[in-house]
């Protein structure tokens, strides 16, 4: 089933893409299973046209394998228990984790399928375009609010459009000022809004309880949902001054924060190159544990999460699309 689902991993891919093609591999696999014996043979030739006997390219492949255990190691030790794989103790294998302990696995599944749903060289069937654009909307907005909320460890709103209460933007920030305690809505929106904003380039907003539980909270957070390549280029941080200026009347007395939502995977790298500007990012490494913090805010202590009822919802969608490309097989 695999095979008609992710291509042959390209031959410069680096550990983190191959353990994307292993997960996915997994995840199609009728089993639930996928072996880094097909790794090593989409790269034998490479190896034995590189190396000047088979001792060396026996070494390569130890080390392209013990990189590729590194990678899967990190990802393990980073999410927790919102890993949804596990390796076999002889690092031969690579499997989805028993049904029974999946838990909120779709919450690291969305992300992995949207980090390749586009320019993927390792996904052969992606979602459809309709099916990605309406999941991007919905799911992914789900996901963010989540996330946000176990990131500041208080309540989070969804606010990005459409809107699943049907709320104007002024209802809903009137919403958010009571909820916080803090802050007054603009009715109308000041002369910086543009009449026809839905919601003012912020997706989720939450904030960080102080320690007595009191208004003002200790921290506002205002979150961005990037779901695509092009994640780089939004922001919360820019937008909250207008954001401010537009549908606060009286802008909440506390510190105030930007996170930006994206479900690729990043190296420490990108979060020294982009974090000043993003506030905080959220990726691949972070969002799924942080979403698994919020719903259990939500579940188990009844802070305020909205979709936390509708988690459902990304489960029954990835486990379609799985559905549809092992029957197109």
């Not at 695999?2 to 983190?16: F, K, M, S």
């Not at 013990?66 to 190691?73: F, K, P, V, Y």
């Not at 794989?85 to 989805?96: H, I, K, M, N, T």
């Not at 401010?244 to 990043?266: C, H, M, W």
């Amino acid at each position: 089933m695999a095979d008609n689902a992710v291509n042959t991993p390209p031959l410069d891919a680096g550990p983190a893409v191959l353990a994307d093609w292993l997960e996915l591999a997994a995840f199609f696999d009728a089993r639930a299973r996928a072996r880094l014996d097909d790794i090593d043979n989409a790269f034998k030739i490479q190896d034995q046209e590189a190396a000047n006997d088979d001792g060396e390219a026996d070494a390569a492949k130890e080390d392209r394998r013990a990189r590729i255990e590194g990678e899967i190691a990190e990802r393990t030790e980073h999410l927790g228990e919102a890993y949804p794989f596990v390796l076999s103790a002889d690092g031969e294998e690579l499997a989805l984790k028993p049904r029974n302990q999946l838990g909120t696995a779709a919450f690291y599944l969305l992300c992995l399928i949207f980090s390749h749903a586009t320019k993927s060289a390792i996904l052969e069937r992606t979602p459809s375009a309709r099916a990605l654009a309406q999941a991007r909307r919905r799911h992914f907005q789900i996901l963010s609010t989540l996330a946000v909320a176990g990131h500041v460890g208080g309540p989070a709103l969804s606010f990005g459009w459409p809107r699943k209460s049907g709320q104007t933007i002024v209802q809903a920030i009137e919403r958010a000022c009571l909820l916080s305690g803090v802050g007054t809505a603009r009715n109308p929106p000041g002369p910086v809004a543009s009449k026809y904003a839905k919601d003012g380039g912020i997706d989720v907003i939450a904030w960080r309880p102080a320690v007595n539980l009191a208004p003002p909270p200790a921290e506002m957070c205002f979150g961005q949902a990037a779901s695509g390549h092009g994640w780089r280029e939004k922001n919360a941080p820019d937008e909250i001054p207008d954001f401010y200026e537009s549908f606060y009347l009286n802008r909440p007395p506390t510190n105030t924060v930007g996170v930006t939502i994206i479900p690729f995977r990043l190296q420490p790298d990108d979060h020294a190159t982009y974090g000043y500007r993003h506030g905080h990012i959220l990726d691949r490494l972070r969002t799924p544990r942080a979403a698994v913090e919020g719903l259990r805010l939500a579940r188990q202590y009844g802070v305020i999460v909205d979709d936390a009822d509708d988690v459902g919802l990304l489960g029954r969608w990835i486990l379609g699309y799985r559905s549809q490309v092992r029957h197109a097989a």
